[in-house]
């Protein structure tokens, strides 16, 4: 009879978790969601959708950037791509401002509201900036030199998006991957596929910003590109908010760096101290507690952190619960503070292939306005239009990659994924170091087929690196993506697509340091800049050949680190709120690690 009741209760539980969306998520009436009306693609959908716009908006401008930086406000080269390296670095670190806030205060849905209205000021901005009278560039067709308010209000505008992007990205993606629930394991393969549509969805905005906003940059003009993209984003957060019923919401919990700090205060107070050799005699939370999230099984490296969930008076039962969190932290906090500390040599290890993806929107564009860009007669490509194959090969690739490789490589490895996370990262790094050398020789082609002919070189010789670094961002970005969500701590989830930002961010302002350094240097050695005034005068082919051996050296560091990774090791229970001790006795524990 005892055990009869153990299962049926257990049985229920099972059925509890079904229905409901246990895992601390609220609907929008700040109730337990139930599952068959909340969250995964019908709520996923409206994010991706307001995503799109996002990136419509983002790439209308920074892939034509380096051209009215140059064609409207008549800066150097070298000038106009610091300044778009500048812009780019601040648009891509703002995130980590952005998550924090979400994380700990407003909320991601709460963030992207705000955000977007910041973003949308921006555009306005950008926009009126061609209309009105006071504002515009310039009184006629072709002026030398443009009006110090025309480019007043364009920074202006340009870094209030900036600040909108700085809020919007980390809390839009994470606020879409909260819709598809861990403790179920049909919507852990959806939300596997999530990034993978998501970026498809991004891909898409990105192919209609340089084909049909660029090509009206280009013919029609800037004022008219700036309408179409203030009125999409207008039209999408509406979309948006149309989604609010559906979502799963997570309650902000104050600032996650706190109880970080912590653990470092508590194992250095008990440094003295030796770990015992069975973690359970470690801290960890009470069933209760125990019931509100997930909970995190100890692992065997950095130990010295352990220490600070050593529980140095044994009293009575309440002592441990008692104890100031400065003093005692459970093995949860211990284990996701070392998730933050294995981050490190991730993040840094692929910054090399950030500085080649930045080369994407800049340098690669910059190559292609001197370069023969007719197709047949009388149509011309505009320049940042050739970004467009980096997102067709992304889109390309993703497909076939979802569709055919997965599947097979399950088959092949066992991994729900097909490859690991760093697999896959490391993978596209190969690619971007492909790019690199592709772009180098393609460059030294140009410069000599200029100089024997006299006349410029059809742009099609770009396609090939454009094409291979589409590949190296669908493998590489998508798995950034991913990897910075999946392993951070469940509460650091905006943070960690904020840190994913901050690997381009970082790459952008390192990419100005090695230009100014390899052109000193070529100085000082040859006597001549490797940056001239112009492409034909500067040696391009050099600083790409600069940058595919930092890569390479990038790779091998990153496969060292990849090897001796630990994952994140989740505790999951069947065992549901006051299921009471039968319940308990009868949960079903087991340790899933996300690989």
């Not at 257990?10 to 969306?21: F, G, M, P, R, Y």
């Not at 879409?176 to 991004?202: C, H, I, V």
């Not at 090791?569 to 549901?576: D, E, R, Y």
Request: proline share 3%; with cysteine; glycine share 6%.
């Amino acid at each position: 009879m005892e055990h009869n009741k153990v299962d049926t209760k257990l049985q229920e539980s099972c059925d509890d978790q079904q229905k409901w969306v246990l895992d601390s998520s609220l609907d929008s009436r700040g109730e337990i969601p139930v599952r068959a009306r909340t969250g995964a693609w019908r709520a996923a959908l409206f994010v991706i959708a307001i995503e799109f716009s996002e990136r419509l908006s983002y790439f209308g401008i920074v892939t034509s950037l380096v051209v009215y930086l140059t064609t409207i406000l008549h800066q150097d080269l070298k000038m106009a791509v610091r300044n778009a390296n500048y812009w780019t670095g601040v648009t891509t670190l703002m995130p980590l401002l952005g998550g924090f806030v979400a994380d700990a205060y407003l909320g991601r849905y709460a963030t992207v509201l705000l955000a977007t209205i910041i973003y949308l000021m921006g555009l306005i901005l950008l926009t009126l900036s061609w209309f009105i009278p006071g504002l515009k560039a310039c009184n006629q067709e072709v002026c030398a030199e443009p009006r110090k308010a025309h480019e007043i209000a364009f920074f202006i505008a340009i870094y209030l998006i900036s600040i909108g992007t700085g809020g919007h990205k980390p809390s839009l993606e994470s606020f879409g991957a909260d819709q598809f629930g861990d403790d179920n394991p049909e919507e852990r393969k959806m939300k596997m596929s999530y990034f993978n549509w998501w970026s498809t969805g991004l891909c898409a905005g990105v192919l209609t910003a340089v084909t049909v906003i660029v090509y009206i940059e280009d013919r029609i003009g800037w004022g008219v590109a700036g309408i179409i993209l203030t009125l999409v984003m207008a039209t999408s957060l509406l979309i948006f908010l149309m989604g609010r019923p559906f979502y799963r919401y997570r309650t902000p919990s104050g600032s996650p760096l706190t109880p970080m700090l912590q653990v470092f205060i508590a194992a250095i107070s008990k440094r003295h101290l030796s770990c015992p050799n069975d973690s359970s005699l470690l801290h960890e939370l009470s069933r209760e507690e125990y019931t509100k999230g997930r909970f995190l099984s100890s692992t065997d490296n950095l130990k010295f952190l352990d220490k600070a969930a050593i529980v140095e008076t044994r009293g009575s039962g309440n002592m441990a619960e008692k104890e100031s969190p400065w003093k005692l932290s459970t093995v949860t906090k211990v284990e996701e503070l070392k998730l933050l500390i294995n981050m490190i040599p991730i993040w840094f290890f692929t910054l090399a292939f950030g500085i080649c993806a930045t080369q994407g929107t800049t340098l690669f564009i910059k190559q292609a306005i001197i370069m023969d860009r007719h197709i047949g007669h009388n149509f011309v490509v505009p320049p940042s239009s050739m970004f467009a194959l980096v997102a067709l090969s992304m889109i390309i690739f993703l497909t076939v990659y979802e569709k055919l490789l997965v599947p097979l490589l399950r088959c092949v490895t066992g991994n729900e994924r097909g490859i690991s996370i760093l697999q896959r990262i490391g993978t596209g790094m190969v690619f971007s170091l492909i790019t690199m050398a592709i772009a180098a020789l393609v460059e030294r082609k140009r410069l000599d087929y200029t100089k024997q002919h006299r006349m410029a070189m059809s742009v099609i010789w770009l396609a090939p690196q454009f094409i291979v670094i589409g590949i190296a961002d669908a493998l590489t970005l998508v798995g950034l993506q991913e990897y910075f969500y999946d392993q951070v701590p469940d509460s650091m989830r905006s943070l960690g697509i904020a840190f994913y930002l901050s690997v381009i961010g970082a790459a952008s302002f390192v990419n100005n340091f090695l230009i100014m350094v390899t052109d000193h240097l070529s100085e000082e050695i040859s006597g001549k800049n490797l940056f001239g005034k112009d492409l034909n005068s500067s040696r391009l082919d050099r600083f790409y050949w600069t940058l595919a051996v930092l890569t390479a050296a990038s790779i091998c560091f990153f496969v060292i680190v990849a090897k001796r990774y630990t994952y994140k090791s989740v505790q999951s229970s069947l065992a549901i709120a006051d299921g009471g001790d039968d319940v308990k006795a009868a949960s079903v524990q087991n340790t899933s690690k996300y690989t």
